[in-house]
């Protein structure tokens, strides 16, 4: 039984094993047919592959602001702090809080009724003694001309002249009690010493004032012009005073109800030492601020262009991009081919680049797309999108249906 199963197995192996021989050289034909049409399908996907499509520029000459930028705080150009300089009672106040005033304005008139009478009566005074010099100077005259006479004596001729220079002294002493009382009386009209802004009234209509307070009546910032300080580090100082001598200008920017506003501005100060502390060299601008843009106390950020090199290839920014051998840019051949190209970046200036090294004039640098491109890869350029144009109100009311 055993031997008749044995037997079975190895008739069955036998014909398996001719099958194989006979069916092998066509199935293996039809695998081979299968795989080369499956590999050709992948060929014919990557020849069809169209080229990149990017965003381009031109390589381009001009000329280069190198700029420092800094925080920095307006500062009024001059801040007085106006008192009394002498005692009184405050009967008419001029302005209001915050006006801009001119230089001589009347802000303040305090009462000047006294020193009017002390006028009066030194005026008074001196008239008085007038008429008495007049009286001794004749009385003088007739005494000289009797003293060769021997009528009278050289006492009463020197007492005559004791007389007339006493009465001189005395209308001198008048004049200056006069101008002293006449300094006093424009003191009690307080004017603007400079034009600016108005701050708060520390003494209202009424208040009698005194030359000893302390506190002042009212402060005035000058606002136009007016100065925007900042700090740069002490390795700019050199920049700073080239600056200076060359009366650079530079841009004042701050932030107005969310948004930004420039005003133009040129340096006019430049510290005369360095701040140990901090290693920094404290500058400022002035700005003439016709519109009162900048205001004392303002945080701002200052651009100051402190030097214009000519002849420098600049590129988008975009187009300059970081790699492992440097700062690498895109450039676009004749034939729309890319190739990577390593450049030199001397300084980017908002949205600018501006190279020293690595591309010429008049070439083509990708400057968005990159991360799709490789070298030699072909690319074709596109034009930049524009943003739609903002569709009228009643048209969209029309399109709703409810116009």
């Known amino acids: 039984m055993k031997a008749r199963r044995t037997g079975v197995i ?70 007085v702090a106006v008192k009394p300089r002498v005692d009184g009672q405050i009967v008419e106040v001029a302005f209001r809080e915050g006006d801009l005033v001119r230089e001589n304005d009347v802000l303040f008139r305090l009462d000047d009724r006294f020193v009017k009478a002390q006028i ?20 003088l005259t007739r005494r000289e001309a009797l003293i060769d006479r021997k009528i009278v004596s050289e006492a009463a001729l020197d007492q005559a002249r004791y007389a007339v220079e006493g009465l001189k002294a005395s209308i001198n002493a008048g004049k200056a009690m006069l101008e002293t009382q006449r300094t006093q009386l424009d003191y009690l009209t307080i004017r603007a010493p400079i034009t600016g802004r108005t701050g708060s009234l520390a003494a209202k209509l009424g208040a009698t004032v005194r030359s000893a307070d302390a506190q002042a009546l009212v402060t ?24 200076l001598a060359s009366k650079a200008p530079a841009d004042v920017t701050v932030a107005e109800g969310g948004e930004s506003s420039v005003v133009r501005a040129t340096i006019g100060f430049v510290d005369n030492q360095v701040d140990r502390s901090t290693g920094t060299v404290t500058a ?50 004749p034939d729309s081919k890319v190739t990577p190209r390593v450049v030199t970046v001397a300084r980017i200036v908002g949205q600018v680049a501006y190279l020293s090294n690595g591309l010429n004039v008049g070439e083509r640098v990708v400057t968005d797309g990159q991360i799709r491109l490789a070298p030699g890869a072909r690319v074709t350029i596109e034009e930049p999108r524009r943003a739609p144009a903002p569709t009228p109100q009643g048209s969209e009311r029309r399109a709703d249906g409810r116009g």
Do not use: C, H
């Open 220 to 243: 005035i910032n000058q606002t136009q012009p007016i100065n925007v300080g900042f700090a740069v580090p002490q390795s700019e100082l050199g920049a700073l005073r080239r600056a």
């Open 10 to 79: 190895m008739v069955g192996a036998a014909a398996a094993a001719a099958a194989a021989y006979f069916f092998w050289p066509q199935l293996s034909v039809s695998i081979g047919a299968v795989e080369t049409k499956g590999a050709g399908k992948r060929d014919d996907g990557k020849a069809r592959a169209g080229p990149a499509p990017v965003m381009a520029a031109e390589v381009v000459e001009g000329t280069m602001p190198v700029i420092l930028k800094a925080p920095g705080t307006v500062e009024p150009l001059a801040n």
């Open 284 to 333: 400022k601008v002035v700005a003439e601020n016709a519109d009162e843009t900048l205001w004392p106390g303002q945080s701002a950020e200052v651009a100051l262009t402190v030097e214009v090199r000519p002849r420098m290839l600049s590129v988008p920014a975009a187009a300059v991009l970081p790699a492992q051998q440097g700062m690498i840019a895109w450039v676009i051949g």
């Open 120 to 139: 009066a009566q030194a005026e008074a005074a001196i008239a008085r003694d007038q008429a008495s010099l007049r009286d001794a100077e004749a009385t």
